[in-house]
């Protein structure tokens, strides 16, 4: 079958910044997204949670120019002060038009 | 003081918080499912604004004025002091110090419940309208010490009218208050085809706090540990501010006409540290302020102290004020 070679990006983060994540993935060119909840651990220890604990896993598939951009923004607003994690992988999918 | 302290401790909804704590500490993997903990935090809620709304259509207009002002009042005063005091003293920074504020100036729902089932456990009913003075105090305090924190920290978060639209919006604000509403506009028979279910004096609605407690048992007993990273202040702060804000809320509670039963209840919710609506708005607002001290201060050692002493401590200071 016919692949493209896209980027994944994957962002771990609080709950608390859920809605705003997202928006901001849409802003930056997103065309969709996933959201799972998760559970872990990190530098951080504690999560602004009801009930606490926990995070949500927010991954999305993009074009390289809107992943950079991405990554770019988390990194200048969300790093500094929240329990937030983001890489990028390469994946390949079908139907390539879908997401950029 | 002594057998009253006793009895509490001894209250269905003290000792289900102690196994609670008492599982974590024995690192027990009892947990409740998160769907299980929103479930019944909906059902109290929802129950507590029902049966206050039922019982609302009752009351008169004048007797609910003069308490309801003073619960604003209570609003207004306990974020300032505890920002005072957490900077002053505490020597925290304005961040952290406007973050703790913020869970001090807000109440606990679950605090309210506790001590309304104690006061009425004493033979002192509260007033009926308690649950709409709960709605009051809500909101207030906890956007009053935001922007305390966000104007002397020069940067925020976020704008605060997307906090004010949160708070107002979220889980809490709409049960309570949509609840009230219809309790009030159902009327007296539809209310008792629901009552069996939703009185916050019958046996659904207490067994439900008896499972809730235990996860908030839980919940605390896994903040135990950050307890070092607090502080010995914290520590102080989390059991003395209460019982300052809760000789206050009685005091003026008093003045403002309310039984010894109702003043209780008020002292309880000027005491209490919210843990629902306060957390992810001061975590959205005040991105610095550090979650381990508020969350612990208000989780680990304001709410248990309360439902472990503080209430019947607050009953007895307006027992005294009252001359009862």
Do not use: C
Request: hydrophobic share 55%; glycine share 12%.
């Amino acid at each position: 079958m016919h692949t493209v070679p896209l980027k994944l990006v994957t962002i771990v983060a609080e709950p608390v910044l859920e809605e705003q994540l997202t928006a901001l993935l849409h802003r930056l060119g997103a065309r969709g997204h996933t959201v799972t909840d998760s559970r872990g651990a990190g530098s951080r220890g504690m999560r602004a949670s009801d009930p606490p604990g926990g995070g949500v896993r927010i991954e999305v598939v993009v074009g390289p120019d809107v992943a950079d951009r991405i990554l770019a923004h988390v990194a200048e607003h969300y790093f500094p002060t929240y329990a937030v994690i983001a890489f990028v992988s390469i994946v390949e999918v079908v139907r390539g038009e879908k997401y950029v | 003081m002594a057998s009253i302290l006793t009895q509490n401790l001894l209250s269905p909804i003290a000792l289900a918080f102690a196994l609670g704590v008492f599982a974590k500490l024995v690192r027990s993997e009892l947990q409740l499912p998160k769907d299980v903990y929103t479930g019944i935090s909906i059902y109290l809620l929802l129950a507590l604004g029902l049966h206050g709304g039922a019982e609302l259509a009752h009351a008169s207009l004048a007797s609910i004025a003069w308490p309801a002002l003073v619960t604003v009042l209570l609003g207004l005063i306990t974020p300032v002091t505890s920002y005072l005091v957490l900077r002053r003293i505490g020597r925290f920074g304005v961040q952290d110090a406007a973050g703790i504020a913020a869970h001090y100036g807000s109440v606990s729902a679950v605090t309210f419940i506790a001590a309304q089932q104690f006061t009425q456990a004493m033979g002192a009913s509260p007033e009926a309208f308690m649950p709409t003075l709960l709605t009051l105090l809500e909101s207030p305090g906890i956007h009053l010490a935001l922007a305390i924190g966000a104007v002397n920290a020069g940067a925020s978060g976020r704008p605060l009218g997307e906090t004010l639209h949160e708070v107002l919006t979220g889980r809490t604000m709409i049960l309570l208050v949509g609840g009230l509403v219809v309790g009030f506009a159902m009327g007296d028979k539809n209310w008792q085809g629901i009552a069996a279910f939703f009185d916050t004096q019958g046996a659904a609605f207490k067994g439900a706090l008896v499972i809730f407690l235990l996860e908030m048992g839980i919940v605390a007993g896994s903040r135990l540990a950050d307890l070092a990273k607090a502080g010995p202040f914290l520590l102080a702060f989390g059991t003395v501010m209460p019982v300052l804000h809760g000789a206050l809320g009685a005091a003026l509670g008093s003045l403002a006409g309310l039984g010894v039963g109702g003043a209780t209840v008020l002292a309880a919710m000027a005491a209490s540290a919210s843990y629902i609506a306060a957390p992810p708005a001061v975590r959205l607002t005040l991105p610095e302020a550090n979650p381990t001290y508020y969350l612990t201060s208000a989780l680990a050692i304001t709410f248990p102290f309360n439902i472990l002493a503080g209430i019947p401590l607050y009953f007895e200071i307006a027992t005294l004020m009252q001359g009862a």
